[in-house]
């Protein structure tokens, strides 16, 4: 693979009697000023600033303490202002960027860089223009998220620099404190069995679930018995004393972490108990019983957020009974439709879980959405959900949302379905919903794809047409076979991806063209009843970009010799 490919656009500079000039000609006329007790964090923003504006301009600008008398970027801590605000001001000869902690300086750096028309597309593509005279006009305004926490979560998303540059918070991108840290989990999610390991059922069975009249130590499969897919009695005392003392090991294990998260297994099994049945009778639905136990955990610990899910069985918010106020609750939305917005979805899930969503709205402040958007079983595949999420956004944020995960294909390598188109469209609208979307994929296919980015926009509208029927819905667990892939759409496919390849002028939009390309040609090999000859092609291609899944957790090699035994 390429490093990092940085486009650099030329433009001729208007400068007007107000514009403060901090380049003119290729020379620097302005210098950075920033204080001595700056934190890392925001000594990396004066850096960011200082390297950017090289790249565009050719000028070096120096970074001091102290101002020299002539133009001044002056980048300081402001402590009127928020965690993760900034403001950026123009007075007389002076441009302050100013922001809190510990993001705030930071992104308010990105900021002015993304006024002055710099792109972090993925991790691999940046657009810096190029101007030998670079001004600012006069500024007076400030920024800050819409939601606290902001995580896009694709392989290719799994970068620092990206992250901080595009201003998202989330803890798997590797944000140390030079970045102004992260929005940490410990541990990020499903820990009931981290509580209660399951090599405690022979000593205390009464800890694990009630189920058709027994107490089960979990999921038999192969042989073996699997703790972690079922649940624990969250009505025995016990149980809530174990979990206090772990949530205690990990406060203690990790301070900095901001959430603690008491959540469920990923399964089912849920305890049958006359305790857990009363409980669920007292508030109508199995989030009550869970919620009643993670509360007893958070009143321990009042200083500390304590997060739970509201996930497959807790979806459904109780009667009764509401999170503590240092109880934050993830919702996680895994059966509706994305191929239309939820607020116009006719689907009977997308319907169901608006009501829950506005339930849960009524009962707490402290609400995150868990957010799904890959095919899990098929991550290559495409799917066309650009529709659904922008419009999800605003929506979340009506209902008071304070935080949203994208969860998408995440496979030791990459390779998911437009996964950095979608990660950097995700990043923009988490920062501001307000955005318009279908502008910001021009934008990016404009500033990946060059010349070849009208066939590869035509694609992506011809394939979001082919789920814009009211009654064609699209889900999660949709694969090759859905009747989005319609012979016409496959055909039609080839020959836009052909004239896309044709008209790539530089190698990283030629790479970005081919490997968007996968997805395509993924559905048709998936769709054959015997591989043909563009197999052996694929797998080369797909093993140059870095691809190692075709599903969660299934390598390309067990996907490949299942192709090959349909030959035989």
């Known amino acids: 693979m390429r490093r990092a490919a940085i486009a650099v656009l030329l433009f001729a500079a208007r400068v007007t009697a107000e514009d403060l000039t901090l380049v003119r000609d290729g020379r620097a006329e302005a210098a950075i000023v920033q204080a001595k007790d700056a934190t890392t964090a925001e000594e990396r923003g004066a850096r960011e600033l200082r390297e950017h504006l090289r790249l565009m301009s050719g000028a070096e600008i120096g970074i001091a303490a102290e101002g020299g008398g002539g133009v001044e970027i002056r ?46 597309f ?27 926490y902001r995580h896009p979560y694709t392989t290719e998303a799994l970068d620092a620099d990206w992250a901080a540059r595009n201003r998202v918070n989330g803890a798997s991108k590797g944000l140390d404190a030079s970045y102004g840290g992260a929005v940490t989990y410990s541990p990020f999610v499903h820990s009931f069995e981290q509580i209660v390991p399951g090599e405690m059922f022979g000593a205390h069975p009464e800890y694990f679930p009630m189920i058709d009249g027994k107490r089960s130590a979990g999921v038999e499969k192969g042989g073996k018995v699997y703790a972690v897919a079922v ?17 205690r ?25 006359p305790a857990c049945r009363k409980a669920m009778d007292k508030y109508g639905a199995r989030s009550g019983v869970l919620l009643a136990f993670v509360n007893e955990v958070a009143d321990a610990f009042p200083g500390r957020v304590i997060d739970t899910l509201a996930y497959g069985e807790t979806e459904e918010p109780p009667k009764g009974i509401s999170p503590r106020k240092n109880v934050s609750v993830r919702l996680c939305p895994i059966k509706v439709c994305h191929a239309h917005p939820l607020a116009e979805c006719a689907s009977p899930e ?4 608006q009501a829950r969503l506005k339930g849960w709205d009524e009962l707490t402040d402290a609400l995150v959405v868990w957010h799904y958007d890959a095919p899990f079983a098929h991550l290559l595949m495409p799917f066309p959900d650009f529709a659904d999420f922008p419009a999800d956004l605003r929506l979340y944020r009506k209902h008071g949302v304070r935080g949203v995960f994208f969860q998408g294909a995440t496979p030791p390598g990459g390779g998911g379905s437009d996964a950095e188109l979608r990660s950097w469209v995700q990043a923009r609208l988490l920062w501001t919903p307000d955005g318009d979307a279908d502008a910001l994929v021009t934008e ?14 035509a694609w992506f509208d011809r394939l979001h047409r082919a789920t814009s029927d009211p009654k064609q819905h699209l889900f999660v667990d949709a694969g090759p076979l859905h009747a989005v892939f319609s012979d016409d759409l496959l055909v039609a496919g080839d020959a836009l991806f052909d004239q896309a390849e044709k008209l790539a002028d530089t190698p990283a ?34 093993r140059r970009f870095g691809v190692t899944q075709v ?18």
Do not use: H
């Open 75 to 120: 980048v300081v801590f402001d402590a009127a202002l928020g965690a993760e605000e900034y403001r950026l001001k123009t007075e007389g000869r002076r441009l302050t960027i100013s922001g809190g902690r510990p993001r705030g300086v930071l992104y308010g750096c990105a900021a002015l860089l993304d006024r002055l028309g710099v792109r972090w």
């Open 122 to 148: 993925s991790k691999s593509a940046t657009l810096v223009p190029r101007r030998a005279t670079v001004t600012v006009p006069p500024l007076d305004e400030r920024g800050a998220p819409v939601f606290d």
């Open 231 to 247: 649940q624990r009695c969250l009505t025995n005392p016990g149980v809530v004393k174990l979990a206090i003392a772990k949530v």
């Open 249 to 273: 090991d990990w406060i203690r294990e990790g301070p900095e972490a901001q959430v603690i998260s008491v959540s469920q297994n990923d399964g089912d099994g849920w305890c049958e108990c």
């Open 350 to 353: 997308s319907a169901a879980f």
């Open 444 to 457: 990016w296919m404009k500033g990946v794809y060059g010349a070849a980015w009208e066939p590869m926009r």
């Open 509 to 542: 939009a030629s790479d970005a063209v081919a490997k968007a390309r996968l997805g395509l040609r993924y559905v048709k090999l998936a769709r054959a009843k015997v591989p043909g000859a563009d197999l052996d092609d694929f797998l080369r291609t797909a």
């Open 551 to 568: 599903a969660d957790g299934w390598p390309i090699e067990t996907w490949e010799a299942e192709l090959r035994r349909r030959g035989k």
